[in-house]
T-cell receptor, first 112, second 111 residues
């Protein structure tokens, strides 16, 4: 059960903002939304995470809807190096530890 | 230079053999994780460990075994009981329930 739904692929022009949507309609009140990206044959790279407030760091912004059923990752000025698979993940906190459920992600291609 | 290391990067084994994948971290993280990734797919959790000498099965633990004798190390053994072991294996660590940080991965191919 991946818990999130993302479009399989997206294109974005270099220099423009890339907006990657994610649906997590079954998210619970204490579950965080995380975003990672993976360049081919490398380990996933952490981007950003949030619970209910919008978040921003040096890499991206995360916009979470008020009902928390969906979110959008924004890369403000996409570069060719941002071409990767982006995973939206719900972190489930269990007594035995937290678990991340990875879906198949969105393959983002930044076009020159 | 802090981080997570996995070795080797590429690993080949004959069918029926056990093989152990290494994962080491010097981030002083308590929790460590093993994931499996198949082509075009997301990551699936094999095993995780919150503290030394303790570990829990993930969603696809059958055919795998782990140990956690030291905080820094969490080796994964792929046994001959694993029916389809060819995959990309990723190790991660986290400080408690915080963000997970991943190693570079080991690509295992069964010949």
């Amino acid at each position: 059960d991946a818990k999130t739904t993302q479009p399989p692929s997206m294109d974005c022009a270099e220099g423009r903002a890339a907006n990657l949507p994610c649906n997590h309609s079954t998210i619970s009140g204490n579950e965080y939304v995380y975003w990672y990206r993976q360049i081919h044959s490398q380990g996933p790279q952490y981007i950003i995470h949030g619970l209910k407030n919008n978040e921003t760091n040096e890499m991206a912004s995360l916009i979470i809807t008020e009902d928390r059923k969906s979110s959008t990752l924004i890369l403000p000025h996409a570069t060719l190096r941002d071409t990767a698979v982006y995973y939206c993940i719900v972190r489930v906190a269990l007594i035995t530890g937290n678990q991340f459920y990875f879906g198949t992600g969105t393959s983002l291609t930044v076009i020159p | 230079d802090g981080g997570i290391t996995q070795s080797p990067k590429y690993l080949f084994r004959k069918e029926g053999q056990n093989v152990t994948l290494s994962c080491e971290q010097n981030l002083n993280h308590d929790a460590m994780y093993w994931y499996r990734q198949d082509p075009g797919q997301g990551l699936r959790l094999i095993y995780y460990s919150q503290i030394v000498n303790d570990f829990q099965k993930g969603d696809i633990a059958e055919g795998y075994s782990v140990s956690r004798e030291k905080k820094e190390s969490f080796p994964l053994t792929v046994t001959s009981a694993q029916k389809n072991p060819t995959a990309f294996y990723l190790c991660a660590s986290s400080a408690g329930r915080d963000t997970q940080y991943f190693g570079p991965g080991t690509r295992l191919t069964v010949l």
